[in-house]
């Protein structure tokens, strides 16, 4: 069984920090790393299902094609 992140309902994918870095940086945290690790619209084969690969590049899983983005959001 594979290991899970810590997390809480609440906090979701921010609750791995805990306590720490304060509640404000924390919410502006949260909000980039929610959009960073959803699926995005592929406009090549028409499904949602484009994730990123790295700092600024985002691939299609379903045609396989890559495309130049924004940082944390497919612009």
Known sequence: MPMQTKRTKK????????????????????????????????????????KRKAVGIWGCKDCGKVKAGGAYTMK
């Not at 502006?28 to 299902?49: D, L, N, P, R, T």
Request: with cysteine; aromatic share 16%; hydrophobic share 30%.
């Open 11 to 50: 906090a979701g994918i921010v609750g791995k920090y805990g306590t720490r870095y304060g509640a404000s940086l924390r919410k502006q945290i949260k909000k980039m790393e929610v959009s960073q690790h959803s699926k995005y619209f592929c406009e090549f084969c028409g499904k949602f299902a484009v």
